[in-house]
C-alpha cells in the first residue's frame, strides 16, 4: 500500500470549516484513501472513502486531486466534538483485505471555541 | 448490533505471566487485525489475518501470536510479557473496505 503524509497538528475555530490534507504521492490506480478519526483513546472510526471522485457524506466531504497525488477531508462546521486525531491511508481496491497497513501518526485536529 | 468486542479492557500484570486478549466480531469479516498504540508512534499493526488458518506478521509482531481457528475470533497472545510491551491495543475487522475497531485493551506490564 502506499505511504501517505500528514501535518502532525492543526487548528479550527468552532464552527468553520476545518481542511486536512493528506498527501500519497505514490498512490496506485486501484488504491482508495479511506479516512478514519480517534477520538481520545477510542477505537478509529471510519469517516469516508474515496477512489477519483469527489465524495460527500453526512460527516465530511473528501477531496482527491485529479492526479490523486493528495486529498483533502473536509469538515464543513467544525464542533468541539471533532477534536480527535485523523488518518488518512490507501488501501487496494476490491478483495477482502487490508493486509500489511500502517496507519501514521495522523493529523491532530484541535478545534477551539 | 455490529460489533468488535475486546477483553479485558484493562489489564495489570507482570513481567512473564502469559496472558491473552480476545477479540470477536459478529459481522462474520474474514480480515482482522491487531494494533498497538503508544505516545507519539500512532497505530502499529502486530498481526493480520486474511481468513481462518490464514495469518501473517505485521510491523511489530515480536513477542506476540495470534491464532485464527474460527472466524469470528482472533486472539492475540503474549507468551512471556515485558514492560516494553505496555500499551494500548485495537483489535479491528472488514469485509472489504471500512475497518470496525474494537474499544481497546490498555495492558500495563510491571
Known amino acids: 500500500d502506499a505511504k501517505t503524509t500528514q501535518p502532525p497538528s492543526m487548528d479550527c475555530a468552532e464552527g468553520r470549516a476545518a481542511n486536512l490534507p493528506c498527501n500519497h504521492s505514490?498512490?496506485?490506480?486501484?488504491?482508495?484513501v479511506y479516512w478514519y478519526r480517534q477520538i481520545h483513546s477510542q477505537g478509529p472510526q471510519y469517516i469516508i472513502h474515496g477512489l477519483k471522485n469527489n465524495e460527500t457524506n453526512e460527516m465530511a466531504s473528501l477531496i482527491i486531486t485529479e492526479d490523486r497525488k493528495s486529498s483533502t477531508l473536509i469538515l464543513p462546521h467544525a464542533t468541539l466534538r471533532d477534536t480527535a486525531v485523523y488518518y488518512c491511508?490507501?488501501?487496494?481496491?476490491?478483495?477482502?483485505?487490508?493486509?500489511?497497513?500502517?496507519f501514521g501518526q495522523g493529523t491532530i485536529l484541535t478545534v477551539h471555541p | 448490533e455490529a460489533q468488535v468486542t475486546q477483553n479485558p479492557r484493562y489489564l495489570i500484570t507482570v513481567t512473564g505471566k502469559k496472558l491473552t486478549v480476545t477479540c470477536s466480531q459478529n459481522?462474520?469479516?474474514?480480515?482482522m487485525s491487531w494494533y498497538r498504540q503508544d505516545p507519539g508512534l500512532g497505530l502499529r499493526q502486530i498481526y493480520y489475518s486474511m481468513n481462518v488458518e490464514v495469518t501473517d506478521k505485521g510491523d511489530v509482531p515480536e513477542g506476540y501470536k495470534v491464532s485464527r481457528k474460527e472466524k469470528r475470533n482472533f486472539p492475540l497472545i503474549l507468551e512471556s510479557p515485558s514492560p516494553n510491551q505496555t500499551s494500548l491495543y485495537f483489535c479491528?475487522?472488514?469485509?472489504?473496505?471500512?475497518?470496525?475497531f474494537g474499544e481497546g485493551s490498555r495492558l500495563t506490564v510491571l
Open positions: 479491528a475487522s472488514s469485509q472489504t473496505g471500512e475497518l470496525f
Open positions: 505514490t498512490i496506485s490506480g486501484n488504491e482508495y
Open positions: 491511508i490507501v488501501k487496494n481496491a476490491g478483495g477482502t483485505s487490508y493486509g500489511k497497513l500502517t
Open positions: 459481522m462474520n469479516h474474514e480480515y
